[in-house]
């Protein structure tokens, strides 16, 4: 797979946050990243990672929507009605996954690979975190062929334990599935962003179905594209 370099400023459109934050993250040593000619170069699969790694820095509160510039409404496009669940009746981290891989079998190739990325990628690093929300993704993004990036949602009838850094319980999950590492950061980040609105997270564990699950996403998304 070709190396994808991003500049300061897609990072920080990507991830909704300052440009000079991630300079500051980049000068730490926190952010993967590397100058040339001095300029800062980040290699979309190592921020990705560190994304990944940092959701509840992200969430909530911390993102700037003053920096969502690109106006594509992604999360809209990948998140189709046949992919939702709400609510779900699963009662642990394994019967989740398993639920989410259903809900987007008839999109992918091979399912049952797919169910052993995202479980590898659970043990090796949660990807739950605060406000009771987690974004499960395969271990290696691009392995699965996809026409085009998907996301899966459910809503639990109940909240479950899934490795949140706060130790929270969680109830609201997204799988992301992309067909390349910049693709990923881009939704990753759109989602981060969505899901820093004042109120979504309440609004959408009120949901009465999943038709109102998706308008709220939607909607939101809408607002946000609208003033970028």
């Not at 509160?61 to 699963?90: C, M, N, W």
Request: glycine share 4%.
């Amino acid at each position: 797979m070709p190396t994808s370099l991003l500049n300061v400023a897609e990072v920080a459109s990507a991830l909704a946050i300052d440009p000079r934050s991630v300079e500051r993250l980049a000068e730490a040593r926190e952010l993967p990243g590397r100058k040339v000619k001095g300029r800062w170069q980040f290699r979309a699969a190592e921020v990705s990672d560190w994304a990944a790694r940092n959701l509840g820095e992200l969430h909530p509160g911390r993102t700037d929507p003053r920096f969502a510039r690109d106006s594509d409404l992604i999360v809209s496009t990948a998140l189709q009605t046949e992919a939702v669940k709400v609510p779900l009746h699963a009662t642990s981290r394994a019967s989740v996954l398993r639920e989410l891989v259903a809900l987007c079998q008839r999109r992918i190739s091979d399912a049952r690979t797919l169910l052993n990325s995202l479980e590898e990628r659970e043990r090796e690093r949660p990807t739950a975190f605060p406000g009771g929300v987690a974004i499960p993704h395969p271990k290696q993004v691009g392995r699965f062929e996809v026409e085009w990036p998907i996301i899966a949602a459910c809503r639990l009838h109940s909240p479950i334990p899934f490795g949140a850094p706060d130790g929270a319980l969680t109830d609201l999950f997204f799988l992301v599935i992309c067909r390349e590492y910049r693709e990923h950061l881009i939704h990753l980040g759109r989602l981060c962003r969505l899901l820093t609105a004042p109120n979504i997270i309440d609004e959408l564990r009120a949901a009465s179905d999943c038709a109102h699950f998706i308008d709220l996403l939607q909607r939101e998304e809408q607002r946000l594209c609208a003033s970028g």
